[in-house]
C-alpha cells in the first residue's frame, strides 16, 4: 500500500505503508543508531514523535522481547528506508512489522532517509504526517502540522503507582549483566581499567535505598542500579517530593523522559524541594534538564537535536572524552547558569552544548546522556559508581 510522509514545510515523500493501519500527526525527528532499533522504539522518551532511522536496514534481526526497555513502543510512527520482513536471529520473537501491528504504530518504508535527514538538519525538526490517503489535501494538512505539539507527555509514559526492584549484586557474583553497562574499575594515571566488583552492597546491614522518580525512565536505569545491590523504590512522576523524602531514600534518581521541560511545571516544584534537602541526586536526560530549571537556570530548543548511540562528551572533571548515547531535542542554557548553584561537567565535543552538571556545595550531579546506554556504547556506566560513592560518602560522614 502506498504511504506518504507530509513535512510541514510541504515536502512529499512517497513510500510504502508498514506497521499498523493509522494516520498520524507527529514531530518527525531521526536516530543515527546502527543498531538498537527495538531500544529506540520502546523509549519512552519519544512519546510524541515519529523516529527516523537513518540506518537503511531496519528489522533484520526482529524483535527480541527481553531487549525492551519498557512495556510498549512509545514512537508515534516509524520511518525507515528498508524494513526486513525476514529476520535472521535464534532470539527472535516476532517480526518488527507484527511488532509494529500489534501495538498500534504506523510507519513508512522505502523513502530517501538521507534526504529527510538533510532537511531536518538544515531547516531544524519540523512535525509531519505519515498517511496513506492518496487523495490528501496540502491546504488542509499543513495548517494542522504546524499546529501541532507534543504537549504535557510525562504524565502518559510514567509508571501508575510506585514499585521497589531489589538489590541483586550480579556485578560482584556474576560479573556484568546482558543489556547492563560495563563496569570497570578506572585508575587513569596507572593506566589501570580491569572488571572488579560492585561497590556496594550492604549500608548498616541494608542494602542503598534508591528512589527513582519515573519520568518516562528506560527500564536499565533501575536495573543499572540494581545489578550494584541497590534496593530501587521507583516513583511515579507526580510523586510529592514529601513522599520520597518521607521514604527516606539514600539517593534519588532523576530518568529520562519525553517532551519540553518546561511544560513539567509541578514536577519542577517538587525537584525544588528534593534539591532542598540533603540527599544525593543523579538525573538523567529529562531529569537534568529539570534539575536545571528547578535551580533557576534555563533551557531552549535543539535545532535538531542529539538522537543516537555516537555522540562524544567530554568530561571537564578528568579531561576524558566518552562515546554516549543521547536522545534529546532540549538542551541547559550554560550562559544563564550561576556558578554559585552549578557549573557544568560535560561538554558535547561535537557542538559545544551543555552534557552535564554538578552542583556546588551540594551532593547532586545530572547529565543529558544515557550512563545505561540501551542501545548504545557502555563507556559511562561508571557514573552509576560516582553516585553510589557520593551516597556511601555522604551516610559515613554522619
Not at 54 to 63: A, D, K, Q, V
Not at 175 to 204: C, H, M, Q, T, Y
Not at 236 to 254: F, Q, R, V, Y
Request: overall charge negative.
Amino acid at each position: 500500500m502506498r504511504a506518504f510522509l507530509i513535512l510541514e514545510d510541504g515536502t512529499v515523500f512517497e513510500g510504502t505503508h508498514i506497521g499498523a493501519q493509522k494516520e498520524i500527526v507527529s514531530e518527525i525527528v531521526f536516530n543515527t543508531s546502527m543498531a538498537g532499533y527495538l531500544e529506540v522504539l520502546t523509549d519512552p522518551s519519544y512519546a510524541g514523535q515519529a523516529v527516523c532511522m537513518t540506518y537503511p536496514l531496519i528489522g533484520n534481526y526482529g524483535i527480541c522481547r527481553d531487549d525492551m526497555e519498557s512495556k510498549k513502543p512509545w514512537p508515534d510512527g516509524f520511518i525507515v528506508r528498508e524494513l526486513s520482513r525476514i529476520p535472521s536471529n535464534f532470539r527472535c520473537d516476532i517480526t518488527i512489522q507484527q511488532f509494529l501491528e500489534e501495538n498500534g504504530v504506523p510507519g513508512i518504508a522505502g523513502i530517501d532517509t538521507r534526504a529527510l535527514v538533510r532537511i531536518l538538519r538544515k531547516k531544524g525538526t519540523m512535525n509531519g504526517m505519515i498517511t496513506t490517503d492518496e487523495q490528501y489535501d496540502l491546504d488542509k494538512i499543513l495548517p494542522v502540522l504546524k499546529a501541532y505539539t507534543t504537549g504535557k507527555v510525562v504524565e502518559r509514559v510514567s509508571c501508575d503507582t510506585k514499585y521497589t526492584l531489589k538489590g541483586t549484586d550480579d556485578l560482584a557474583q556474576n560479573g556484568p549483566l546482558s543489556g547492563s553497562a560495563v563496569f570497570w574499575k578506572e585508575d587513569f594515571a596507572a593506566g589501570i581499567r580491569e572488571k572488579r566488583p560492585s561497590l556496594v552492597r550492604e549500608l548498616n546491614g541494608r542494602g542503598l535505598r534508591v528512589a527513582l522518580l519515573d519520568l518516562g525512565a528506560k527500564d536499565n536505569i533501575g536495573k543499572s542500579l540494581a545489578a550494584r545491590g541497590c534496593d530501587v523504590t521507583v516513583y511515579p512522576a507526580w510523586t510529592t517530593a514529601a513522599e520520597i523524602l518521607a521514604d527516606k531514600p539514600d539517593g534519588i534518581m532523576l530518568s529520562n523522559g519525553p517532551g519540553d521541560p518546561k511544560e513539567c511545571t509541578a514536577i519542577i516544584e517538587e525537584i525544588r524541594k528534593l534539591y532542598a534537602s540533603d540527599t544525593p541526586i543523579f538525573a538523567i536526560c529529562l531529569g537534568h534538564q529539570l534539575m536545571a530549571l528547578a535551580t533557576g537556570a534555563d533551557t531552549y530548543k535543539m535545532k535538531y537535536g542529539h538522537r543516537g548511540g555516537n555522540h562524544p562528551v567530554k568530561d571537564l572533571s578528568t579531561g576524558r572524552v566518552y562515546i554516549s548515547s543521547q536522545n534529546h531535542g532540549y538542551v541547559v542554557d550554560t550562559d544563564k547558569l550561576d556558578p554559585k548553584v552549578a557549573v557544568p561537567a560535560f561538554v558535547n565535543v561535537n557542538d559545544g552544548t551543555n552534557e552535564g552538571l554538578s552542583y556546588t556545595d551540594k551532593n547532586i550531579f545530572t547529565v543529558q546522556f544515557h550512563p545505561e546506554a540501551c542501545p548504545g556504547p557502555q563507556d559511562s556506566g561508571y557514573l552509576f559508581d560516582r553516585f553510589i560513592t557520593i551516597i556511601k560518602t555522604k551516610s559515613n560522614s554522619k
